[in-house]
């Protein structure tokens, strides 16, 4: 169990903490939000020992082993397979210890540890591990000096995943991860074995993988039981609460101290106004909820083009050798809302270069409407920003005729004000960065907008309103995003990018999304099949109503975790030891049968599926 007692902390004379406390019971897994700068990554430091608390108490059990990814793998000749081995250092140990020793009685005890810690398993672990993040056999035997930083990332979170720490602490872990390795990680912490907090904006990862909310507002901990949207809408009915009562006090205060000062000169009423000057001082302020500064992101309105703004007849594009992507017959028109699906390697920034004209086609031909403008984002684009310049400075230099208030009109429809226009990139934030970047992308109002991983640095409510400046904004979007939540309400199209080849995907990203969990291919066979003879009507009818039992099964089994996660989030429950086992045990059988129920679902709307085809 992890205790947070009274924590006070603060950071160049700001508090970040105020008597915050929080507990979070063994096994648990916790999502960490607050605004950004609120101190959520200064808590994981707390927490590590990294610094010192200037009062309160962060407590763990004695032996308790932390971890979480600190920094990239070093670039080394050392393969990704060995470096995720590695980060278990019991087992390396051991296994090194082994290979020396001579005493029969040390020789016994180091085969039984490593019996207990299920040593022999640990390569076909690592190994699974780094498949989920993105890496296959032959990947998994070269050196990691031939990976980017950004893979290099991955390999360190697979080492710490593997070394399965008691508390593991996770830092937007899915900022590094396609759409793929982000279903993968968030099902694999689901089922991770021990205790885990995760700072994250993916609203899909804090409502998927973990049970608990960790909010930090105002200096405080409040630890909220269900995921991040039970959260929300939990939050937004106290605060609600909140702004009523202090109306209704603020007018009860207005209507004693009216009376007071109507009636304190007066002999006869003197007592009552006295008596009501009492019921002022004693009345405990209520103060109503700060509304939370809106975001937004305003895009430019780009004129209309007859359709198709870009049609590829045949194309093939590719860096200097075979072809990445080929064949390719696809239209944009300008009302599309296109997301990329797709592994990484697969091609997906490839098509999004050529799309933006910043790569060439090879091969067949590309047409784009004559008056066509395209916006481009990309990670990478958030780094090549001019460290030693304000974002003044940055939309001067492409609109240098325009007068300043207009170029700052401009930075403030992208959530940049007075304060951050006139601030040096370098000490923006990842956010703030991010958010000069759109800019930059959208100043010539684009007919096409794409935007390759642009959540990366954005908190939630930012993520939110770009949702919102997305669905409003009258041209073409093409997106690739780890991001479901920002997928599953913008986009209206899919097109899956596998085997050098990109297909209009049938499916909706739930679809997909069990696909990938389930380890099934997402295309169809390329030949069609004949179809079988069409089941009778008395077939189709079982099978519905197996589909709905077993949707009833999941249903229920749902509940029951929820029911098991309230009662384990009460602390007063580890006061009693044997007690909390029970309810734990309890918890892990309705987690494994609620897996089986999740399958046996899916293979019954599988059956239902064919069936109705």
Known sequence: MLRIQDITYSVDGRPLFEGASATIPTGHKVGLVGKNGAGKTTLFRLIRGELALEGGEISLPSRARIGGVAQEVPSSSTSLIDTVLAADTERAALMAEAETATDPHRIADIQHRLADIDAWSAEGRASAILKGLGFDSEAQKRPCSDFSGGWRMRVALAGVLFAQPDLLLLDEPTNYLDLEGALWLESYLAKYPHTVIIISHDRELLNRAVGSILHLENRKLTLWSGGYDTFARTRAAALAVQAAEAKKQEARRAHLQSFVDRFRAKASKAVQAQSRVKMLEKMTPITAPEEAKKQ???????????????????????????????????????????????RNGEGKSTLSKLLAAKLQACEGRIVRSSKLRIGYFAQHQVDELHLDETPLQHVMRLRPT???PKLRARLAGFGLGADQ????????SGGQKARLSLLLATIDAPHLLILD??????????????VEALTEYP?????????????????DRLWLVKGGAVKPYEGDL???RRELLAGQEAERPAAPKPKPARPSREVVLALRAEARKCEERVEKLTEMREKLSVKLADPELYDRPAEAVIWQKKYAEVMEGLDRAEALWMTALEKLEAAEA
């Open 402 to 404: 325009e007068g300043q």
């Open 453 to 466: 991983e642009p959540t990366n640095h954005l908190d939630i409510e930012s993520r939110e309103a770009l």
């Open 510 to 512: 739930e679809s997909y």
């Open 421 to 428: 226009a006139d601030t040096l990139v370098g000490r923006l």
């Open 296 to 342: 937004v992101f305003t895009f430019p309105v780009p004129e209309q083009l007859s359709p198709p703004i870009i049609a590829l007849d045949g194309a093939a594009v590719g860096y200097d050798g075979p072809p990445v992507l080929k064949r390719l017959d696809l239209r944009i028109d300008q009302d599309d809302r296109i997301a990329l699906l797709g």
């Open 475 to 491: 041209g073409a979007v093409v997106l690739v995003s780890h991001d479901m939540h920002l997928l599953s309400l913008v986009a």
